[in-house]
């Protein structure tokens, strides 16, 4: 069965252009979650969906940062105008709707904004 | 506002060792504890979990401790080998389907 992918694996723009990265859930899990990790710093949550529908976005930095999942599959995360401490590497993560529902991580998308 | 800490940065242990992990959180609801293993250009792995109605889980070669009344996590690996060598993450939630507040990560180093 295929985990958690995520496209692409390196973004490297600069200051003000648009990227937009791509999460795959394993199939069948309805939470989907995006985490950041800049250089040096701990994980920290940036949203939450269950199927389309967003549970939870407090982690979302700013209105620069989108989310979406259209159809409850495949979700993307823009980011427009990219700033350079946007920079980092994006996470996302799924797993089943359950009470003990462990959490299944992607390789991350690393984004160098220059 | 809350955090889930690591006391100390990097760990350096010889192979064959065992190695402790420690990890302080923040949040007195938190009632489910994660540890994390990320590996260089991977994601981040699940090792073991614990919830607040134990004290002490165990797995293969790894044990996490949970102590509530000092809200500190630990993570103990038996015979650490060089495959152990990656960064590893405490992490605590409110629930299972709840966002994760995870810790800035320590580097463990085995040295042969």
């Known amino acids: 069965e295929a985990g958690v992918t995520q496209f692409p694996s390196h973004s490297v723009i600069e200051k003000g252009q648009t990227v937009t990265l791509r999460c795959d859930p394993i199939?069948?899990?309805?939470?989907l979650y995006w985490y950041r990790r800049v250089m040096g710093k701990e994980i920290k949550f940036l949203l939450h969906?269950?199927?389309?529908?967003?549970?939870?976005e407090s982690g979302m930095p700013n209105n620069r940062f989108l989310a979406e999942r259209t159809g409850g599959t495949y979700s993307t995360l823009k980011v427009q105008p990219a700033e350079l401490e946007d920079s980092g590497v994006y996470f996302c993560a799924s797993s089943v709707l359950t009470l003990t529902g462990e959490l299944f991580f992607g390789e991350g998308s690393r984004l160098t904004v220059l | 506002g809350e955090s889930v800490g690591l006391h100390l940065p990097t760990l350096s242990v010889q192979e064959g060792d065992n190695s402790i992990i420690n990890c302080a959180y923040s949040?007195?609801?938190?009632?489910?504890f994660i540890w994390y293993k990320q590996e260089s250009g991977k994601g981040p792995q699940f090792i073991i979990d614990?919830?607040?109605?134990?004290d002490k889980r165990q797995g293969q070669r790894v044990t996490v401790l949970l102590n509530k009344t000092v809200k500190h996590l630990s993570l103990q690996i038996a015979a650490t080998q060089p495959g152990d060598s990656a960064v590893y993450f405490c992490a605590d939630t409110t629930g299972a389907n709840s966002k994760l507040t995870f810790g800035k990560g320590i580097t463990l180093s085995v040295r042969p």
């Open positions: 949040n007195s609801a938190s009632d489910y």
């Open positions: 969906f269950v199927k389309e529908s967003k549970q939870d």
């Open positions: 199939s069948g899990h309805d939470n």
């Open positions: 614990i919830r607040s109605n134990m």
